[in-house]
């Protein structure tokens, strides 16, 4: 199994920066899908950005410009840069992992992110 956890939430001021990490341990495999995730409160849970092994991103319209996703396969971590947050961006970020050569589909615990003056 493929476990994930998240780091670097915490409270940032309105047009600050964050660097959230998501560090996998377990199975090791080449091909997969990773992506970060948030849910506000009362809200649904939504796709911020996806990074696949062969390194394409994809991000959701309301973080593109400001939120970049990269990966390091050496350390098996992914990373998720966050600059000019605004308050709505405040949620509960979730780091997931999509195994594609045999359909896992897994989550972190997440972690949270305030953005508050």
């Known amino acids: 199994q493929v476990q994930l956890v998240e780091s670097g939430g915490g409270l940032v001021q309105p047009g600050g920066s964050l660097r959230l990490s998501c560090a996998a341990s377990g199975s090791i495999f080449s091909s997969y899908t990773m992506a970060w995730y948030r849910q506000a409160p009362g809200k649904q849970r939504e796709l911020v950005a996806a990074?696949?092994?062969?390194?394409?991103?994809n991000y959701a319209d309301s973080v593109k410009g400001r939120f970049t996703v990269s990966g390091d396969n050496a350390k098996n971590t992914m990373y998720l840069q966050m600059n000019s947050l605004k308050p709505e961006d405040t949620a509960v970020y979730y780091c997931n992992a999509k195994v594609i050569t045999y359909a896992g589909d897994y989550w972190g615990q997440g972690t949270q992110v305030t953005v508050s003056s």
């Open positions: 990074i696949t092994s062969g390194g394409s991103t």
